[in-house]
């Protein structure tokens, strides 16, 4: 089994370098760490990095999950190696690039890629918003899925992840004690579906709605409350359609003896607050 220990970064393909970096900044409250001609990194908490943008296709993502070691980077060469599934050791300027010592890159099944990463490099300084929105760290992914039980079973199999609830057929699934780090949405294709931010306070997730509502940027789900993490939410839309996410309060499972529920796919089951998502994933 691949021991996964966090998650790291976010690589998303743009046509509009500048404007994603500007709203990444100007709008998201990220600090701008690192800058190519044809890419930008930027961060919301200690990590090198959160986000990549790059010149290309908004549909070509990466997710970064990092390993322990190096020896947790053989076993997962392994693991992969033994179950067949097609995977590619980064060469020396790939690792560069992604600012880690060494990676695997693999595909699941519904197509997503990901890159299993060892040593990623964190912060020299601390993290400085470029405005202050309350970020506290990069917490958590959506991904599509063309086929959410078959893509669970192969991230529980494979892998330490574990589905502490489902909504439908979506499971929010975790390898640490964060209710999800990644959450699986039927779609017709693969791909980031969203990005989470955690911030401070409620305050913060308001504060937010108000300013995002001023600025004309389109709220596409909240403000609200998740039924089954708990936590305060406020999803928008940025650049090339990506949904990004505020949210507050996300429930921790430490409880030995804690057993994953089955909410319905319902707008009461993504929100006890009564806000109803105008996302394609969120929707029946």
């Not at 990069?138 to 909504?167: C, Q, Y």
């Not at 990005?195 to 300013?211: C, E, G, K, P, W």
């Not at 001023?214 to 936590?231: C, E, M, N, W, Y």
């Not at 650049?239 to 909410?263: L, N």
Request: some cysteine; overall charge negative; hydrophobic content about 40%.
């Amino acid at each position: 089994m691949i021991n996964l220990v966090d998650l790291r970064y976010a690589r998303m393909g743009t046509p509009d370098l500048e404007g994603a970096v500007r709203f990444a900044t100007e709008v998201i409250g990220l600090e701008i760490v690192h800058r190519v001609p044809d890419k930008a990194y930027l961060r919301g908490d200690d990590r090198d990095h959160n986000v990549v943008y790059f010149k290309g296709d908004p549909a070509d993502h990466v997710l970064g999950l990092e390993l322990e070691d190096e020896y947790g980077l053989e076993a997962a060469i392994a693991e992969l190696a033994a179950a067949d599934i097609p995977h590619r050791r980064g060469t020396e300027d790939e690792c560069a690039d992604r600012r880690v010592m060494d990676f695997v890159t693999f595909q699941d099944p519904s197509g997503n890629r990901f890159d299993l990463v060892v040593r990623p490099f964190f912060g020299t300084r601390r993290y400085f918003p470029s405005r202050d929105a309350g970020i506290t760290e990069f917490s958590h992914v959506g991904l599509r899925t063309t086929d959410a039980p078959r893509d669970e079973k192969f991230w529980t199999t494979h892998f330490n992840m574990r589905a502490n609830d489902w909504i439908g057929d979506a499971a929010l699934m975790s390898f640490d004690a964060v209710h999800h780090r990644v959450a699986l949405f039927p779609a017709d294709r693969p791909g980031i579906q969203h990005l989470n931010f955690q911030v401070a306070s409620i305050d913060d997730v308001m504060r937010s709605y108000y300013l995002l509502s001023d600025l004309q940027v389109r709220i596409v789900f909240g403000p609200g409350r998740h039924a089954s993490s708990g936590a305060m939410f406020l999803y928008y839309e940025g650049p090339d359609g990506m949904v990004y996410e505020y949210s507050h309060g996300v429930r921790m499972i430490d409880d030995p003896s804690y057993r994953p529920r089955q909410f319905p796919f319902t707008p009461e089951a993504f929100c006890v607050w009564g806000a109803k998502p105008d996302v394609p994933e969120f929707q029946d």
